[in-house]
């Protein structure tokens, strides 16, 4: 069993900052990505975000040079820095994991959500 706890959602003005962090920890042998997905009320989960074991990056066009994905192999966590907020990147953000479990096979965990408001 794999669990995922993300942190740092919340609210905050146009323009303002946070940071959003995940945790997993289980059955992990070895992770592949690790991702950031927002979802918006009435709108499809998209992916925002996503970074390789390897470091390789990823992002959303709309979030490109506005938000930042790291990760901390040794502690298997994945943060998410989000800069210069707007009231449109108000959602429900995922943090996924992949990977492969104790047996070898791939698999994938998802978080609970964190929910971010941003105010005009």
């Known amino acids: 069993q794999v669990q995922l706890v993300e942190s740092g959602g919340g609210l905050v003005q146009a323009g303002g900052s946070l940071r959003l962090s995940c945790a997993a920890s289980g059955s992990i042998l070895s992770i592949n990505s690790m991702d950031w997905y927002r979802q918006a009320p009435g709108k499809q989960r998209e992916l925002v975000a996503g970074?390789?074991?390897?470091?390789?990056?990823n992002y959303a066009d709309s979030v490109k040079g506005r938000f930042t994905i790291s990760r901390d192999n040794a502690k298997n966590m994945v943060y998410l820095q989000m800069n210069s907020l707007k009231p449109g990147n108000r959602a429900n953000y995922y943090c996924?994991?992949?990977?492969?479990?104790?047996?070898?096979?791939?698999?994938?965990?998802w978080g609970e959500g964190s929910q971010v408001t941003v105010s005009s």
């Open positions: 970074i390789t074991s390897g470091g390789d990056t």
């Open positions: 996924r994991l992949g990977f492969r479990d104790r047996w070898g096979s791939r698999s994938e965990s």
